[in-house]
């Protein structure tokens, strides 16, 4: 069983940043591709960012040179992948989640919410004027 658990989110006033991170667990775990989602209220979950475990990265064009994704892969099971996110703006808030692509599939990084098999619970970031 894999299981991702997200924090580091909040309020934070426009222009101001904050550090998602995702610690990701279980016997079954390795790391393959990491992603993060976002859902705003009345709008479809969509992809911000991705990141393989060669280094290959990917974001959406809105948060690109403002948002980065990372990650520290430990020597034990536990694996976490960090969004560092920078001058935010109002149209950032939503409900951002963790997403992991099991480690059968390539290693590609992807978009699609149905490339990823894993997700965690998310957690809110309000970006306030």
């Known amino acids: 069983q894999v299981q991702l658990v997200e924090s580091g989110g909040g309020l934070v006033q426009v222009g101001g940043s904050l550090r998602l991170s995702c610690a990701a667990s279980?016997?079954?775990?390795?790391?393959?591709?990491m992603g993060w989602f976002r859902q705003a209220p009345g709008k479809e979950r969509e992809f911000v960012a991705a990141?393989?475990?060669?280094?290959?990265?990917?974001?959406?064009d809105f948060v690109k040179g403002r948002f980065t994704i990372s990650t520290d892969n430990a020597k034990n099971t536990e694996n976490t992948v960090y969004l560092q996110m920078d001058s935010l703006k109002p149209d950032d808030t939503a409900v951002y989640y963790c997403?992991?692509?099991?480690?059968?599939?390539?290693?590609?990084?992807?978009?699609?919410?149905?490339?990823?098999?894993?997700w965690g619970q998310g957690t809110q970031v309000t970006v306030f004027s």
């Open positions: 990141i393989s475990s060669s280094g290959a990265t990917d974001y959406i």
């Open positions: 279980g016997r079954s775990f390795r790391m393959n591709v």
């Open positions: 997403s992991a692509r099991d480690p059968t599939r390539d290693n590609y990084v992807r978009r699609p919410s149905y490339e990823y098999d894993y």
